[in-house]
């Protein structure tokens, strides 16, 4: 396998790396630069630039307002957003439903909703996950009973991420009873402002942000004709999503955000006459990282490469999300670790002391617990593997 980068790919790489920072507001790039985080303002503007420019969607087909790029110069544009610490784009609408609105939705359906998706009229956030079915997906209770031409939703999510700045979210809900609980499940669309009967209640995580949300459906009412695919037939739909959602959340091109940010933290932190970068046990840590995280970049490749023949993401989605997540959690431990008494300081602490870049190591360390447990816990993932790849007996 050749992996240099052609002389073409390259120069898309430096007109890329030319472009961001031009293309970023000051206050924006200010931030960026110190690699602070983004209001949910800011991600919308940034969302608006990337739109204009036409490279809000480099993954979608070009003829219904993607890029047309090949899969090197995705990884790229990928790999050049996460170095420069553009804000980060909510992957619900143009990562998740999008995708599965493509495949799957009918065309009066990708007329609706793909346009707004893409220019960022309408957010998206996910309604998956409830308080009794998390990992066992399959057990969810949120029930949506037809009534004329509607659904009558009546049942709790949670984790809904960012369902405060939502326009639309996209549920799981049971339809039918028979069979296997599997089967029961349809996939529907409901819009979350105006839709009587859905309440959101936001709550802080451990690392002090506001991402997650609980959402309650009371007598909501959706109409039939937003079900994307047949009714009970959801959980097929839902688990092309997830493999799309299990490979974003691997984070590779953030896991070597961070493994850069661990060695300047290292050079950064003075120990004995020389930096904490100069201990050759700390060292060894750090290449320990950074290899793990060049191997996983070959596997996310590979997965890529594979989207780009027609392939959705499949069981190797699951190993992205196991060793991504991991790897996430590790170099943040290590950033920590770097850091010493000053990681007790939080990212909004005055501390004039503390460089802005380090002031939200804590928030992320914190955050990041969750990794390895959202979009299905990597327990469930190695039973998948196991399942599925390694097709192990009695598995």
């Known amino acids: 396998m050749d992996l240099a980068f052609t002389p073409e790919q390259q120069s898309f790489r430096e007109e890329v790396r030319k472009w961001i920072p031009r293309a970023m507001p000051a206050d924006m790039r200010r931030k960026a630069e110190a690699g602070a985080s983004f209001h949910q303002d800011e991600t919308m503007q940034w969302h608006r630039i990337l739109y204009e420019k036409g490279w809000i969607a480099p993954h979608w087909p070009k003829e219904v307002g993607g890029t047309g790029w090949d899969v090197a110069r995705r990884f790229i544009f990928q790999e050049e957003i996460v170095r420069a610490n553009a804000p980060e784009l909510s992957p619900f609408g143009l990562s998740m439903v999008g995708p599965l609105l493509i495949q799957f939705g009918n065309a009066e359906q990708k007329a ?168 050759p046990a700390f060292r060894r840590r750090i290449a320990k990282l950074e290899m793990r995280y060049r191997a996983v970049a070959m596997a996310n490749l590979r997965t890529l490469t594979a989207a780009q023949l027609g392939r959705a993401p499949g069981a190797e989605s699951s190993i992205l999300k196991i060793v991504g997540t991991e790897l996430y959690q590790e170099a943040t431990e290590l950033a920590m670790d770097a850091m010493g008494h000053d990681a007790l300081g939080w990212f909004d602490a005055p501390d004039a002391a503390l460089p802005e870049h380090e002031r939200w190591v804590a928030s992320q360390f914190n955050y990041l617990r969750a990794a390895t447990i959202y979009g299905g816990s990597n327990e469930i993932q190695r039973n998948i593997i196991a399942k599925q790849i390694l097709r192990l007996p009695g598995a």
Not at 178 to 194: N, R, T, V, Y
Request: aromatic share 10%; hydrophobic share 35%.
């Open 112 to 279: 609706r909703f793909l346009p707004k998706i893409l220019s960022g009229d309408e957010v998206w956030c996910q309604g998956y996950s409830e308080p009794n079915a998390g990992s066992d997906l399959a057990s969810l209770q949120l029930r949506a009973l037809k009534d004329g031409d509607d659904y009558v939703l009546n049942g709790q999510k949670t984790w809904t991420t960012y369902a405060q700045y939502a326009d639309w979210i996209f549920v799981l809900a049971r339809t039918g009873t028979e069979g296997k609980k599997q089967e029961g499940i349809s996939f529907l669309l409901a819009d979350i402002k105006k839709t009587p009967g859905i309440t959101v209640k936001p709550f802080l995580t451990t690392g002090g942000t506001d991402a997650f949300s609980e959402t309650w459906f009371k007598d909501a009412r959706v109409p039939q004709k937003n079900r994307v695919g047949p009714e009970n037939g959801g959980w097929a739909m839902a688990k092309a999503l997830l493999g799309h959602e299990r490979t974003l959340i691997g984070g590779i091109a953030e896991s070597g955000k961070w493994v850069q940010r661990v060695k300047r933290i290292a050079r950064e932190t003075p120990v004995g006459t020389g930096t904490l970068f100069d201990d």
